[in-house]
């Protein structure tokens, strides 16, 4: 049985590369041995050896990577916590502050609008100054933006509110970036990484649906609103709390513990760098920017969806806002279990690539029966298939995000290319989306026409990711499953040689240079169209 991006043929296995010649298999072994040699100094049966470095034992036990993980949960659930009480209070916000639409729209696109121009200096800080690092001065700045809000519910001041949330978003900016860049520095692909990603997601799905589930309780039982935000401001300091803790055990961590190794191909994982590397930011790879292009459709299709999926229950079922609150957020949070399998499922068997497909496939049939089924039993037929479809998103994206780089220590920035694309075209579609609604009398007969096209979008490039991993090596690598990535490790590392020089290494830093610029544009897109939206009176997505 062939594996993708490889056809077998005697002893031999021939590749159909992109940027890199033809090897054998002899050379594959030959250049995997090799480098484990260069890292580790022995090998055996196909695993690596590790020696004491300086003093500091080599093998992290099994306990310490746990508590580490859990700890980043921890805060995660907290962050989520915040983020689902937020969302549920939208109609309560807007009647007490004696705001509009389109004013607590400026409230969520401020935030986007703050993504998009600071991430990728985020996700540069956090290469350069670690993922703890970076969460505990984060978690800081977001605590006292959620201090602020609180503040403000309860003067009900809605400008205030406004200041607070762009403080806010200074913080969550960094700490986006900063909890993956961990587990990448702890796991490496196929090897801990996903399954870790899996258990982080889903606990925080729970979060989310805990927060918005409270809200309107703590709101109700305490008498007013704003008591929820000073809810929210005390899980705050718990995730402060937490964060420092865990600042304290990487410090630890770095004295007793060297450097962790990606088993199959000896690469060092780094927490932090030693100074800022932008030229290895600037030559990422073509298959990450594949998968940006997958993400940039499907992410921004869940996320519309999402934001709109109450309003939505509520016309086509002809229910309360509130039992509709309880429909939309079973779509949105009622796959939490499948991530955490899916994390095992990846890092064990592979096949990123087929899982992509699977979920652009299961997005777009859940959009074509919101657009082409309004009916009750269509609506829920929509709803059930998409909480499956989008719980196959986050972990394989961000999975294949890691997996595709040469390089961990810049894996920061590459995750912060993401989230600048999603919001960028969450900005877009977001305000594009609500001009369509408002001329059509608020239904969603005809916007839902826009999530069919993401939907399809994010469908057709997962289909062509999938056919073209039989083609081309460097993408068909996301479908080796644990034992074929250890097998060919080497296979990777000549690949990563080939493409640092010569003409391989000319055109994928050309592709790589182009692709930021297309990403720029699509920022400065994306701001053009939130002040026009501002400026119009349109941005009320």
């Not at 540069?124 to 809000?149: C, E, K, Q």
């Not at 870790?196 to 609103?225: Q, R, Y």
């Not at 279990?337 to 899982?355: A, E, K």
């Not at 055109?507 to 119009?536: D, E, P, Q």
Request: net charge neutral; charged share 15%.
């Amino acid at each position: 049985m062939g594996i993708p991006g490889t056809t077998s043929s005697g002893s031999s296995v021939h590749t159909r590369q992109t940027f890199a010649e033809e090897l054998t298999l002899p050379e594959l072994v030959q250049e995997q041995s090799t480098e484990v040699i260069r890292v580790t100094g022995k090998v055996e049966n196909d695993t690596i050896s590790l020696k004491s470095e300086g003093g500091r034992s080599t093998k992290v036990p099994l306990s310490v990577k746990i508590l580490s993980v859990a700890m980043v949960t921890a805060i995660g659930f907290g962050s989520d916590w915040s983020s689902g009480v937020t969302g549920a209070m939208k109609s309560t916000l807007k009647k007490d502050l004696d705001i509009n639409n389109t004013k607590y729209a400026l409230l969520s696109s401020s935030e986007d609008f703050m993504k998009t121009a600071l991430i990728l200096f985020s996700g540069i800080i956090t290469d350069r100054i670690g993922g703890a690092g970076a969460m505990l001065y984060g978690n800081a700045i977001y605590s006292v933006g959620a201090i602020l809000i609180a503040a403000a519910t309860t003067v009900r001041s809605y400008k205030f509110m406004i200041l607070g949330t762009v403080i806010q978003a200074f913080g969550d900016i960094a700490t986006q970036v900063a909890q993956y860049k961990v587990f990448s520095s702890w796991f490496a692909p196929s090897n801990g990484f996903a399954s870790t990603l899996g258990f982080e997601l889903g606990v925080g799905k729970i979060g989310s649906f805990v927060g918005k589930a409270s809200a309107n309780i703590i709101a109700e039982n305490m008498g007013d609103f704003s008591w929820v935000y000073w809810m929210a401001v005390v899980m705050n300091v718990f995730t402060n709390v937490v964060t420092l803790i865990f600042w304290f055990f990487t410090r630890w961590c770095e004295k007793r513990y060297s450097a962790k190794h990606d088993p199959a191909t000896g690469e060092k994982l780094t927490e932090k760098n030693d100074h800022f590397e932008i030229q290895k930011m600037l030559q990422l790879p073509w298959p990450f920017w594949c998968i940006i292009a997958f993400t940039a459709f499907q992410t921004s299709c869940a996320i519309v969806f999402t934001n709109n999926a109450t309003e939505m229950a509520e016309q086509r079922f002809d229910v309360s806002a509130v039992t509709a609150g309880w429909y939309s957020a079973m779509a949105q949070y009622m796959g939490f279990f499948l991530v955490p399998c899916l994390g095992v499922f990846i890092d064990i068997l592979g096949n990123r690539l087929s899982v992509m497909a699977i979920c652009g496939i299961g997005m777009f049939i859940a959009m074509c029966l919101a657009k082409w089924g309004p009916t009750v039993s269509g609506t829920a037929a929509s709803f059930g298939i998409y909480a499956v479809a989008e719980s196959l998103g986050p972990v394989v994206i961000i999975d294949s995000i890691r997996t595709t780089m040469w390089y961990q220590e810049v894996f920061g920035s590459g995750y912060a290319i993401k989230i600048a694309v999603n919001n960028s075209m969450n900005i877009i579609v977001g305000i594009v989306a609500a001009v369509i609604q408002d001329k059509d009398d608020n239904s969603y007969n005809n916007v839902v026409g826009v999530y069919v096209f993401l939907a399809a979008g994010s469908m057709l490039v997962g289909i062509a990711l999938f056919v073209a991993g039989y083609f081309f090596i460097d993408l068909g690598r996301l479908q080796w499953t644990k034992k074929h990535r250890i097998r060919y490790g080497g296979l990777i590392n000549a690949q990563k040689e080939k493409i640092e020089e010569g003409d391989a290494g000319k055109k994928n830093r050309a592709f790589s240079v182009s692709m930021f610029t297309v990403m720029i544009l699509l920022i400065l897109g994306a701001w053009a169209t939130y002040f026009w939206g501002l400026a119009t009176g349109n941005n009320n997505a």
